[in-house]
C-alpha cells in the first residue's frame, strides 16, 4: 500500500511547455510538501501546504504553482518550463504539529530539452 | 547561504567498518535534526533522528552524535554492510512543537556511501 505517490514518473517535455506532477497521500497527513533535487541531489523545500492552505513558499518562480484541492493531494503545476527546470521533484506528507517526519514520494525526474 | 554543511562528500568503507558522516550548522533556532537515507531512484527515508536535549541517540547499528555548542553532529554506521551503500542527507529544522517551523527542512549536500563487500 503506497503511502506517498507521484505521477507521472517520468516527464519528459520541451522548453515552453506548461506541465503539472500530481501526488497523493493516503497517511492521513495534514501536511504536504514539494522539494526539489538538482543535479548534484541537493534537496531543497519549495512549497508546503497544511490543510490545503500555503504555509511555506520558498522564493520558487511564480511559473511554478501548487494546488492543493484535498489534504491528501498536493499538486504541482509548471508554466513555460525552462532548461534549469530539469530536476527530480518530490512530494513528501508529515503531521504538522504531532510529527516531524516527513513521509517522501518515489519523485519525478523532469528533463526539459 | 548554506545553512547545514555536511561532510565527506563521498566515502568507501570495507564491509564491518564504521562508517562517519559529520553535519554543522549555522542557525541556533535548528533544534530537530533528522538524517535520512536515499536509494538510487528512491525518496529519502528517515533514519534516525535527534533532539538536543540528548547528546547521542542509537538506533541499532545507526549512532546519532551531537554537540550542542559546536553546532554539529554527526552519523555513524557500525558494521557497514553492502545494504547501506546509499546517499545520507543530515537536515535541520525549527522545532515543530506549536507549528512554528512548519516542517521547513535544510539539508545539506549529502554524502555517497559505498560499502565494498
Known amino acids: 500500500d503506497t503511502a506517498v505517490s507521484q505521477t507521472p514518473k517520468y516527464l519528459v517535455t520541451q522548453m515552453g511547455n506548461d506541465k503539472s506532477i500530481k501526488c497523493e497521500q493516503n497517511l492521513g497527513h495534514d501536511t504536504m510538501y514539494w522539494y526539489k533535487q538538482d543535479s548534484k541531489k541537493f534537496l531543497k523545500i519549495m512549497f508546503s501546504y497544511n490543510n490545503k492552505e500555503l504555509i511555506i513558499n520558498e522564493t520558487v518562480p511564480n511559473r511554478f504553482s501548487p494546488k492543493s484541492p484535498d489534504k491528501a493531494h498536493l499538486n504541482l503545476h509548471i508554466n513555460s518550463l525552462e532548461l534549469g527546470d530539469s530536476a527530480v521533484y518530490f512530494c513528501?506528507?508529515?503531521?504538522?504539529?504531532?510529527?516531524?517526519?516527513?513521509?517522501f514520494g518515489p519523485g519525478t525526474r523532469l528533463t526539459v530539452t | 547561504q548554506q545553512q547545514v554543511k555536511q561532510s565527506p562528500q563521498s566515502l568507501i568503507v570495507q564491509k564491518g567498518g564504521i562508517s562517519i558522516i559529520n553535519c554543522a550548522y549555522e542557525?541556533?533556532?535548528?533544534?530537530?535534526f533528522p538524517w535520512y537515507q536515499q536509494f538510487p531512484g528512491k525518496g529519502p527515508a528517515l533514519l534516525i533522528a535527534i533532539r538536543p536535549d540528548v547528546s547521542e541517540k542509537k538506533e541499532g547499528r545507526f549512532t546519532i552524535s551531537f554537540n550542542k555548542s559546536a553546532k554539529q553532529f554527526s552519523l555513524h554506521i557500525m558494521d557497514s554492510q553492502p545494504g547501506d551503500s546509499a546517499t545520507y542527507f543530515c537536515?535541520?529544522?525549527?522545532?515543530?512543537?506549536?507549528?512554528?517551523?512548519?516542517?521547513?527542512?535544510?539539508f545539506g549536500q549529502g554524502t555517497i556511501l559505498t560499502v565494498h563487500p
Open positions: 542557525n541556533t533556532a535548528f533544534d530537530y
Open positions: 513528501a506528507s508529515s503531521h504538522l504539529l504531532t510529527g516531524d517526519e516527513q513521509y
Open positions: 537536515a535541520a529544522s525549527p522545532s515543530n512543537a506549536g507549528g512554528t517551523s512548519y516542517g521547513k527542512l535544510t
